[in-house]
């Protein structure tokens, strides 16, 4: 069976929600705590030990590669200062091989996939989208753990959903269900941001996926709408050859390309914290009483 050890993370987006910070800033470097989101999003593969990623960015994004990359002067003061523990903490950004591709246009994510084409290589890929973290607790199967053992013991495509209700039913890709074996569905129809009336389901698309690398091809046949080629549409076609399979996830999904869900990932992260943990909760109980 085929095994997944490639991943592509679009990250092209300009973040104008976010401006004036991503005036100068890659969206992907925003920090949650003291770490940029990208280097969260990298980590999720660890669990699957993969570590060749694509990293799809926007043009001018050098501060990115700069992260993943070599700091021989900083880590020789760290060493001489006998920081070890930061030395350590920095080593981890450069344990992942992590190449780049330019995504020149404004085409959305199947324009950021086809940027990918290179490094696909016709093969089976993990494709994590870049606004959206997904915390695993000790006691949880991490959300691409699930999703690749799934691709490895079927062949088949696999996506990530979680359940949504009222007015957030048109804010993501909406999935129908054919059956449901030990908590794998089967696909059986896909609508990308429906009215409430259109939905197929509550159940949601979020930004994890597994996919059969011949999903890079099936987009090249796609014709576009308003100028742009969906990944759902060639989804729906995975689907109609029963060839795409959905899976709820265990953790907690942060959308951090949206103001408040990007505070409440820092909350929470901060909660989590060995260092600062119990004083943000003092604070947060302390700051409840005063408003
Ligand atoms: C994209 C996908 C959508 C999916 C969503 C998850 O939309 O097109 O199907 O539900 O990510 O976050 P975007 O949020 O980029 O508009």
Redesign the pocket.
């Known amino acids: 069976m085929k095994k997944v050890k490639k991943a592509v993370i679009p990250a092209a987006?300009l973040g104008t929600r976010f401006l004036p910070i991503t005036k100068a800033i890659p969206k992907p470097m925003l920090s949650v705590l003291d770490k940029p989101t990208i280097q969260y999003i990298a980590e999720e593969l660890i669990s699957v030990g993969i570590e060749d990623i694509l990293i799809v960015v926007s043009p001018g994004s050098d501060v990115i590669k700069n992260h993943f990359g070599p700091a021989e002067d900083l880590e020789k003061r760290l060493l001489e200062d006998g920081k070890q523990k930061l030395y350590e903490i920095e080593r981890q950004t450069q344990r992942f091989n992590v190449s780049f591709a330019v995504q020149q246009t404004a085409n959305?994510?199947a324009g950021a996939m086809l940027c990918a084409e290179e490094f696909i290589d016709g093969e089976p890929f993990a494709l994590l989208?870049g606004?959206?973290l997904i915390f695993a607790d000790k006691d949880q199967t991490p959300c691409m753990k699930r999703l690749v053992d799934i691709f490895e013991s079927t062949g088949k495509s696999v996506i990530a959903t979680m359940e949504v209700f009222g007015d957030d039913v048109s804010?993501?890709?909406?999935i129908g269900i054919r059956e449901e074996v030990d908590g794998v569905m089967e696909v059986s129809s896909i609508i990308?941001?429906p009215s409430l009336a259109e939905a197929l389901s509550n159940n949601?698309?979020?930004?994890r996926y597994v996919f059969d690398g011949k999903i890079i091809d099936m987009l090249k046949t796609l014709t576009p709408r308003n100028n742009e080629i969906?990944?759902?549409d060639a989804m729906e076609v995975l689907a109609n050859n029963k060839e795409l399979l959905a899976s709820t996830f265990e953790g907690t999904r942060y959308?951090v390309?949206d103001k408040f869900g990007y505070i409440k990932a820092n909350v929470e992260y901060a909660l989590r914290s060995e260092e600062i943990g119990a004083d943000t909760l003092e604070y947060i109980k302390e700051l409840a009483k005063r408003i």
């Open positions: 987006g959305g994510l989208l606004d959206e804010k993501y890709g909406n990308e941001k949601a698309i979020i930004g969906y990944l759902t959308d390309g």
